[in-house]
């Protein structure tokens, strides 16, 4: 029965952007690396707000931690506080051209962005470099094409 659900699929999203998280890349685009698992949550709390929520987010946050090798609880707060906007106010953006959508994600994750600089600045001592935004101007470029994916990903493998 969770297999109709369109459940695998979506986790093998959540999968995928984790792995995007961590994949190397050359030196010259490592600081261009879209922030690829905050564009796939807010696209799913977009497209499909009843069935990706709160606890989800706080769940992939945890494994982004744990992933990154961070202080536990940093990119969970983040992202939770980045959602809420999406959460809140999805219906009103989901009907935003996607230029507009681009804009209001790229102020999304400069939300998540700077409240997990603020952390590590807190925790870790951590020193701001302009180059640590530079993710946030990638993934508002290329919200359009991931939009138009994840929509067509999500109605091939009827994920409702």
Same mark, same amino acid.
């Given at each position: 029965?969770?297999?109709?659900?369109?459940?695998?699929?979506?986790?093998?999203?959540?999968?995928?952007?984790?792995?995007?998280?961590?994949?190397?890349?050359?030196?010259?685009?490592?600081?261009?690396?879209?922030?690829?698992?905050?564009?796939?949550?807010?696209?799913?709390?977009?497209?499909?707000?009843?069935?990706?929520?709160?606890?989800?987010?706080?769940?992939?946050?945890?494994?982004?931690?744990?992933?990154?090798?961070?202080?536990?609880?940093?990119?969970?707060?983040?992202?939770?506080?980045?959602?809420?906007?999406?959460?809140?106010? $999805? #219906?009103?953006?989901?009907? !935003?051209?996607?230029?507009?959508? +681009? %804009? *209001?994600?790229?102020?999304?994750? @400069?939300?998540? &962005?700077?409240?997990?600089?603020?952390?590590?600045?807190?925790?870790?001592?951590?020193? $701001? #470099?302009?180059?640590?935004? !530079?993710?946030?101007?990638?993934? +508002? %470029? *290329?919200?359009?094409?991931?939009? @138009?994916?994840? &929509?067509?990903?999500?109605?091939?493998?009827?994920?409702?």
């Amino acid at each position: 029965m969770w297999i109709k659900s369109g459940l695998p699929p979506l986790l093998l999203s959540y999968v995928v952007a984790m792995v995007l998280m961590v994949m190397p890349l050359p030196s010259m685009l490592e600081a261009w690396r879209p922030d690829w698992l905050s564009l796939l949550i807010i696209y799913w709390l977009l497209a499909i707000p009843h069935r990706v929520g709160v606890g989800t987010v706080l769940i992939l946050g945890l494994l982004a931690d744990i992933l990154m090798g961070s202080v536990f609880g940093i990119y969970a707060t983040a992202l939770l506080i980045m959602a809420y906007p999406a959460i809140r106010h $999805f #219906q009103r953006i989901r009907n !935003y051209s996607l230029t507009q959508q +681009a %804009i *209001i994600v790229g102020m999304l994750i @400069l939300v998540k &962005r700077a409240i997990v600089y603020e952390l590590e600045h807190v925790l870790n001592d951590a020193v $701001f #470099q302009l180059p640590y935004l !530079y993710p946030v101007l990638s993934s +508002a %470029i *290329i919200w359009p094409w991931i939009y @138009l994916i994840l &929509r067509q990903y999500r109605r091939r493998y009827a994920i409702r």
